[in-house]
């Protein structure tokens, strides 16, 4: 059984626990540290430092981070301080904690996570999957046949107004407007059904935070695309980030 600390850094709060990479299994409680509200690449780094102290832990760390990644570096930044752009985030936490780490987008890892132990492998779910985890934004990790196509942010495309489609339809949108499921629950089948437009999709999987209410927006979603919800649900980033580093 091979244990490694998984982090899943999100908008709000940076969560972490130690990992069977062979089952998916928490080993551990899952430690939870507040995002920075000023969320700075050092300020980020502190916290980082402070909930890796939580374990008796010396390995390498898989650590999943709100950005498009590209050989550890962070392309974008959505829903986290702009500074972050251009970051080398894989050295940055390595000099933080002193541990190896592995950094990749935080929707590739939860995808990652429910196609190679959770729901993908319980349904057998082939062809175009595309995992959605409503958390402050919209994340998307898209897999063909099995096969992850990195980096793929879905949420980012122009809504109605223009703006990113994941600050009408995501949760902190839902939160911040006062909306219940059933006002919000449409907005987030036009995300849905724009995605299923664009890429014809065999299935969706959904994750992240919101996950967790699914059956009280359910009777909203008309998009035609078989869904399934999660097994991992809002701990899929941190199971897929574990398991990445092997």
């Known amino acids: ?29 899952r430690h939870r540290l507040s995002t920075p509200d000023h969320s700075t690449p050092a300020n980020v780094a502190a916290t980082v430092k402070k909930i890796v102290a939580e374990f008796d832990y010396d390995g390498p760390v898989g650590c999943c981070f709100p950005a498009v990644i590209v050989n550890g570096v962070a392309k974008t930044a959505g829903n986290i301080h702009k500074s972050w752009r251009g970051t080398q985030v894989d050295s940055l936490f390595e000099e933080a904690t002193g541990l190896p780490f592995r950094v990749l987008n935080d929707a590739d890892a939860a995808g990652h996570a429910e196609m190679a132990m959770g729901v993908g492998v319980e349904k057998g779910l082939d062809g175009m999957v595309i995992m959605i985890t409503i958390g402050t934004g919209l994340g998307s990790g898209v897999f063909y046949n099995g096969q992850l196509i ?15 489609i994941e600050f009408y339809a995501g949760n902190r949108a839902r939160k911040e407007g006062y909306l219940s499921w059933d006002d919000w629950g449409p907005r987030f089948n036009y995300f849905l059904e724009r995605v299923a437009r664009v890429n014809t999709p065999d299935h969706f999987i959904l994750g992240g935070g919101a996950s967790r209410k699914f059956d009280q927006f359910e009777h909203t979603i008309t ?11 809002n701990n899929a980033g941190i199971i897929g980030a574990a398991a990445a580093v092997l």
């Open 1 to 29: 059984m091979a244990q490694v600390l998984g982090i899943d850094v999100g908008g709000t709060g940076i969560k972490a626990a130690l990992v069977d990479t062979d089952t998916g299994e928490l080993l551990t409680d």
């Open 150 to 164: 990195p980096n793929i942010e879905l949420g980012r495309m122009p809504g109605k107004d223009g703006e990113p």
């Open 223 to 233: 998009v035609p695309v078989p869904i399934h919800v999660a097994r991992f649900r």
